[in-house]
């Protein structure tokens, strides 16, 4: 399975509109990708005479995908940053 690693970074403000501070921003940054490897049980397609063979991924959902073909994504840090509005 190919696992990714993720710092996520919320960024909230109060408005006048709606005074309880909420999010307004999400940024996800990928940190690591580790690799699963090769698939191991590649999908034939055919279309008319001509064939192809794709890995699983690409063509079965994910209940059904190999376990190379799997992704995981871990959260490695979760940041929460308020910005104050600025009075002009």
């Not at 709606?18 to 940190?31: K, L």
């Not at 990708?33 to 049980?41: K, Q």
Request: with cysteine; glycine share 4%; aromatic share 6%.
């Amino acid at each position: 399975m190919t696992i990714y690693v993720v710092d996520i970074e919320y960024v909230t403000h109060t408005c006048p509109a709606y005074t309880v501070p909420h999010i307004f921003d999400t940024r996800r940054t990928v940190i690591d990708v580790i690799p699963g490897g090769p698939c191991r049980t590649p999908v034939t397609i055919r279309c008319g005479d001509t064939t192809a063979t794709v890995p699983c991924y690409r063509h079965e959902p994910a209940a059904r995908q190999c376990g190379a073909c799997r992704i995981i994504v871990t959260q490695h840090t979760i940041t929460t940053r308020h910005l104050d509005e600025v009075s002009a």
